[in-house]
């Protein structure tokens, strides 16, 4: 089983930048797909981006080059650096850790808040 504790977020102003961090516990950021994914009250999970175990990138349009993904497996941990955020990004943020051969389970993370003020 892995367990997923993340940290970071808050409370930024508009164009400001937060980070946020996922440690994992196992190898699970080095070989599994890592995953954010965000959610607003009354609204589906909607992805952020991903980094697979070969270190390939990829982002939700949305997303627009302000963000990026990394993944420190000495450390276990992911990390997914905001900048240049709006109010549109105010959102409880979930690390995921995807299904891999042999465990076909999704891990989340806590969830945690950030909030741009406009």
């Known amino acids: 089983q892995v367990q997923l504790v993340q940290s970071g977020g808050g409370l930024v102003q508009a164009g400001g930048s937060l980070r946020l961090s996922c440690t994992a516990s196992?190898?699970?950021?080095?070989?599994?797909?890592i995953g954010w994914y965000r959610q607003t009250p009354g609204n589906q999970r909607e992805w952020v981006a991903r980094?697979?175990?070969?270190?390939?990138?990829d982002y939700a349009e949305y997303v627009n080059g302000r963000f990026a993904i990394s993944r420190d497996g000495a450390n276990n941990t992911a990390t997914l650096q905001m900048n240049s955020l709006t109010s549109e990004d105010t959102a409880v943020y979930y690390c995921?850790?995807?299904?891999?051969?042999?465990?076909?389970?999704?891990?989340w993370g806590q969830g945690t808040q950030v909030t741009v003020a406009s």
């Open positions: 196992g190898r699970a950021i080095s070989v599994r797909p």
């Open positions: 995921d850790a995807a299904p891999i051969m042999g465990d076909f389970r999704d891990y």
């Open positions: 980094i697979i175990p070969d270190g390939i990138t």
